[in-house]
């Protein structure tokens, strides 16, 4: 470069005063130190690379003067300004752009942020309240298992201390005894043998005071035993005398005072209590004795089939021998040795027998409260039923004794219970009962007890001896001028309810000893009828000559006089009114006259039945009397249903008189029926013999007793996984087959309803052992022929929330576990609407012609826990049926309520305990009347 050229750099050296003066360049060295290198200057911008410029051109341009100075600074200064201005602004823009972004950013965040932290908030709070009730169920129910626990531990510990403090009263009242009976000689000194060989015999003093007062005073106790002794002869209380007497003469005669005076005179007599006020206890004990062995059905809770109460039975016969044993020793004058052994049998025999009794009678305490208690409601109950009754009287006859009777058991709870929980459970029990009572009287009135329609005693003496026979339709009366209306009143009784054989009748009561015959609903056949007869008698009403209307007339007089005739005895006030009113010559006669009057009639009639029906037909009798403008020929129908419904109670009253002669008698009747069947070629035993040999193959324990095969055949009979078809039912429980058909379409209820809440708490990951009670009972009174599943769902949804996947899993397995049970109520429903039809068509059912066509073979469950769960109970059941000891029975009936949770049904452990009961009866009527046939089939197929 030239030296002479001015740079950018010589900028300010170049603006001096002195133009000629040449610049001098540093030394090499210098200008190395000073001289920067381009590389380490800073970059310029755009601005400064601008005002470079112009400060180049404005120093260049300085030459000219001062003026173009100016000029050049302010130009510079202008531009810079400006510059920034645009940069400060174009900052601001950006800046208001980044902060718009930045709010409207956060905001959108914080709105979505909010939502998920309440969705979450919640989630978190919701599976928090589920843990911590979770938890709290849990621990509820640990500790009402360990109160449980520990309250049968106390009642257990109080048993065996009562029964310490019994033996040790028991074992200080013998040694009492003993010290008592010892007899004490003072101390003297012995003399050798030969100087009381050789004593002389002491000479007889006269008799003084003392002696004379001994003699007096021995005459005097044997005068005192000897009225005492004919006292309680008098009474006539012995064990066979007491076997005689019916349970409720005997039970008044034991507990009369004269007779608890006596008892205790004498057993103060022979040394057995001290003083007869305080021991009042001993006494009515002593006295149950003659009630256990003469009743032991009416006095024990299981009829003396348990063990405790075979014991006790040996025990009070024990007492009883030993005290008669005694009696006739004392008539006797035996020796005084003999007597006091006697004494010491007969009063060791009564303690054991007294320590027996309380240990009985703490152990059937609760079973005595609830008898006693449920005695007080029926006796509530008959009260309430006849207080408003004014025509038979029966509320001033009745209220006396029901209430002494209700006095005396009151008394008792006190005793029993305690005052406070005693009138406690009274209450709520005669509470429930009258709520119940009014809930069932729209549909079923009070207790059906005719009014005095025959004495007592006729109809105890009747049942006594004969065997039961229902009241069967007599024949109508028929004069020489009725003959042409006999099928007009043939055609008029079958309207009436038809009642079963005197077989299924006998049968019935031996299950259930409650048994009544009610009025069956009208089945297709019985409705065709009864329209046809209304259309027909309506017309021969109004087109009909007078003889037709005539015949019509006197049919409807013999059938109401027929039935109302047998309602009533002859000693009955009523008798010769109701024979008098319709004589079927007279009201024939009147009619072929024109001076009958239906009005009158229905008046009259109306009048006579109100006095003789049950006071729970009395609001039935005055409609019929208050609803004088019908249809005649409704009225006639009308006072016919009346008159049936009057024959059932009259019915129903005498099969509770023959209840008992039927309990005792009535497997006789079924032996002997069943062996006419096989004699005549009814049926054989093949059906029998193959269900023998079936459930002798599916027992698999190595006790292959009888009793294990009926059970195992039993339960397969009701809880199998498969069609039960008619073939399948033995012959001799042909009588149960309906029964049988209802309890297996229960069980499947049952098994279908805790499968459904047991999917349910899965899918709720609830604890499956948790009780779902409320729940279980509002789907098992569902009727399974009307309800489907949604409508179980519902019910479910109702009371636990759950989420629309897991409603529509539980739909749908509700869909695939409840066509199986509703086929089992089908199946249950249709063969007793057949037997039904066959009862009122008066033929004999053959229940395999038509099951091909009516019943629905799809009642086998395919789900997998049904099928589990069906399996299970039937194996329980199975276990407490063939329960051989009472160590046994007692085990699986304690572990019930465990083995049904570890399966999944804890809520159905009443309805479990009713299926074994149910099947309990069944087979102790069975075995009572077949049992010889099936020792015969067990002996061939051995």
Not at 431 to 447: I, L, S, T
Not at 463 to 490: H, I, M
Not at 534 to 556: F, L, P, Q, Y
Request: net charge positive.
């Amino acid at each position: 470069m030239d030296a002479s050229t001015p740079t950018s750099q010589d900028v300010d050296m170049i603006l001096t005063t002195d133009d000629n003066q040449i610049p001098v360049e540093p030394p090499a060295r210098l200008a190395a130190r000073i001289c920067r290198k381009s590389s380490a200057r800073r970059k310029s911008s755009a601005s400064s690379s601008r005002r470079s410029s112009l400060s180049s051109s404005s120093a260049l341009s300085s030459h000219g003067g001062p003026n173009s100075t100016h000029i050049a600074q302010h130009l510079r200064r202008a531009s810079i300004i400006e510059s920034r201005k645009a940069r400060l602004a174009d900052r601001a823009a950006h800046a208001e752009q980044v902060r718009l972004r930045a709010a409207a950013a956060k905001a959108s965040q914080r709105v979505s942020y909010s939502e998920e932290k309440t969705l979450a908030a919640q989630a978190a709070r919701e599976k928090l309240l589920a843990d911590i009730a979770a938890r709290c169920e849990e621990e509820v129910r640990r500790a009402k298992k360990v109160a449980e626990e520990t309250k049968e531990k106390k009642a257990a510990e109080l048993v065996r201390l009562k029964e310490e403090m019994a033996e040790k009263f028991a074992e200080a009242a013998r040694r009492k005894f003993i010290y008592q009976q010892g007899m004490r000689r003072p101390r003297t000194t012995s003399l050798a043998a030969v100087e009381e060989k050789k004593a002389a015999p002491a000479v007889l003093n006269r008799p003084n005071r003392n002696y004379a007062a001994k003699v007096i005073q021995r005459t005097w106790r044997k005068y005192r035993s000897r009225q005492i002794m004919q006292a309680f002869a008098a009474l006539g209380l012995d064990l066979a005398h007491a076997r005689a007497l019916p349970f409720e003469e005997l039970t008044s005669l034991l507990s009369v005072e004269p007779t608890m005076a006596v008892t205790a005179s004498i057993l103060r007599h022979l040394g057995v209590i001290e003083d007869p006020q305080e021991d009042s206890g001993a006494v009515r004990v002593f006295l149950s004795a003659y009630i256990i062995l003469a009743h032991p059905i009416q006095a024990l809770s299981h009829g003396g089939n348990d063990p405790q109460e075979q014991e006790l039975m040996s025990k009070a016969g024990a007492v009883l021998e030993a005290f008669e044993a005694h009696i006739h020793s004392l008539a006797s004058s035996p020796g005084r040795a003999n007597a006091a052994s006697r004494k010491d049998t007969l009063l060791f025999a009564f303690n054991d027998f007294t320590s027996t009794f309380h240990a009985w009678k703490s152990q059937d305490l609760g079973v005595l409260i609830d008898i006693m208690v449920n005695s007080f409601v029926n006796l509530d109950l008959i009260l309430q039923a006849t207080k408003h009754d004014q025509d038979g009287y029966v509320a001033q006859d009745y209220l006396d004794a029901v209430r002494q009777e209700q006095i005396r058991l009151l008394a008792r709870l006190k005793r029993l219970a305690g005052p406070e929980q005693a009138i406690s459970r009274v209450r709520s029990a005669v509470r429930k009962a009258r709520k119940q009572r009014a809930a069932a009287k729209p549909q079923n009135n009070e207790e059906q007890v005719p009014r005095a329609s025959t004495p007592a005693n006729d109809g105890l003496a009747a049942t006594k001896g004969a065997p039961l026979t229902p009241p069967a339709t007599p024949q109508p009366y028929r004069g020489d001028a009725e003959v042409k209306g006999s099928s007009f009143a043939d055609s008029l009784g079958q309207i009436m309810t038809v009642l079963p054989s005197n077989r299924e009748i006998a049968h019935e009561i031996l299950i259930n000893g409650s048994f009544e015959v009610q009025q069956r609903p009208w089945t297709d056949a019985r409705k065709d009828l009864m329209e046809s007869m209304r259309s027909s008698m309506r017309a021969s009403m109004r087109d009909g000559s007078t003889e037709v209307i005539a015949r019509w007339t006197h049919a409807m007089a013999v059938l109401i006089r027929e039935k109302l005739m047998n309602l009533v005895s002859r000693r009955h006030p009523l008798y010769d009114k109701i024979d008098g009113f319709l004589d079927p010559a007279l009201i024939s006669q009147q009619c072929r006259n024109g001076m009958f009057s239906y009005s009158a009639f229905f008046q009259t009639i109306s009048g006579l039945i109100a006095q003789i029906c049950s006071p729970g037909r009395d609001e039935m009798v005055r409609a019929f009397t208050a609803n004088a403008t019908s249809d005649t020929i409704d009225r006639l129908f009308e006072l016919i249903n009346i008159i049936d419904l009057m024959t059932l109670d009259h019915i129903n009253f005498q099969f509770r008189l023959a209840a008992q002669s039927v309990l005792e008698r009535g497997h006789e009747h079924e032996i002997a029926s069943f062996e006419r069947d096989l004699q005549e070629g009814v049926h054989a035993l093949e059906r029998t013999k193959q269900w023998w040999t079936d459930a002798r193959s599916n027992t698999t324990s190595s006790n292959r007793s009888g009793s294990v095969i009926y059970a195992r055949g039993l339960t397969d009979l009701v809880l199998r996984n498969s069609h039960l078809w008619s073939n399948d039912v033995p012959e001799t429980v042909q009588l149960d087959r309906i029964r049988l058909l209802k309890l297996r379409a229960r069980v499947f209820h049952m098994i279908a309803t805790a499968s459904i809440l047991l999917t349910t708490k899965i899918r709720l990951r609830r604890n499956r052992e948790s009780l779902w009670t409320k729940d279980a009972e509002r789907l098992m009174s569902l009727d399974l022929l009307t309800s489907d599943g949604h409508r179980i769902v519902s019910l479910l949804e109702s009371s636990h929330m759950m989420p629309d996947s897991t409603k529509e899993g539980l739909s749908n397995f509700v869909g695939r576990v409840l066509p199986p049970a509703v086929a089992a109520a089908q199946n249950a429903d249709t063969a007793e609407q057949d037997q039904q039809d066959a009862s009122h068509g008066q033929i004999t059912s053959d229940p395999s012609a038509v099951e091909r066509e009516k019943t629905n073979p799809d009642d086998v469950f395919s789900e997998q826990i049904a099928s589990f769960m069906l399996k299970s109970l039937r194996e329980h059941v199975f276990g407490r049926l063939s329960a051989s000891g009472t160590a046994e029975r007692v085990r699986t009936t304690t572990g019930a309520a465990e083995v049904l949770a570890r399966v999944g049904m804890p809520e159905f452990l009443e309805e479990v305990n009713r299926l074994v009961d149910e099947l309990e009866r069944i087979r102790a009527v069975d075995l009572k009347a077949h049992g010889r046939w099936y020792d015969q089939i067990a002996a061939e197929t051995s």
